[in-house]
């Protein structure tokens, strides 16, 4: 599904304040993954500043032994210290990476801002080797602004 048609589904979605915020979060990632093809892992973690950890507050695909992560560590953990948006096109080729899955090919994560400060991160895992774009760097920006209105 084209990210324009996924826009105003994401927005209804966190707009529903009959669900829990960490209903809404499961409920977009269930989207994301079940609409696009090569995102076949979609989670949000969030900072725990005072432990420099991010820990997974919701997520879609195969279980994870990877709830907390500390900072620095693996592409996420990159992204905690770094603030800026990482996409792997081959994950084989990173030295820095923490394996959740043998058939994860790529992978991108794409910081999550509140007031201007990182809490936390949209990380996408795909089976699909380089099938990231600008454009889903772009949208998941997107989701991301749209997701700290609701925090």
């Not at 079940?34 to 879609?60: C, M, P, Q, R």
């Not at 994870?64 to 770094?82: E, L, M, N, R």
């Amino acid at each position: 599904m084209p990210f324009t048609q996924l826009k105003p589904i994401v927005k209804t979605i966190l707009s529903n304040t009959s669900e829990t915020v960490d209903q809404r979060l499961t409920n977009v990632c269930e989207l994301l993954q079940s609409s696009i093809g090569y995102y076949d892992w979609v989670g949000f973690y969030f900072a725990n500043e005072a432990k420099k950890t991010l820990h997974l507050k919701a997520f879609a695909g195969e279980e994870t032994d990877h709830t907390v992560i500390p900072f620095g560590k693996g592409i996420c953990g990159q992204v905690a210290v770094s603030n800026e948006n990482f996409v792997v096109p081959d994950v084989k080729a990173q030295d820095n990476y923490i394996a959740c899955s043998m058939y994860v090919k790529a992978e991108i994560v794409v910081p999550l801002f509140k007031d201007g400060k990182n809490i936390g991160q949209i990380d996408i895992d795909s089976h699909t080797a380089n099938p990231f774009s600008v454009e889903d760097e772009r949208f998941l920006e997107w989701v991301n602004e749209e997701v700290a209105t609701i925090l």
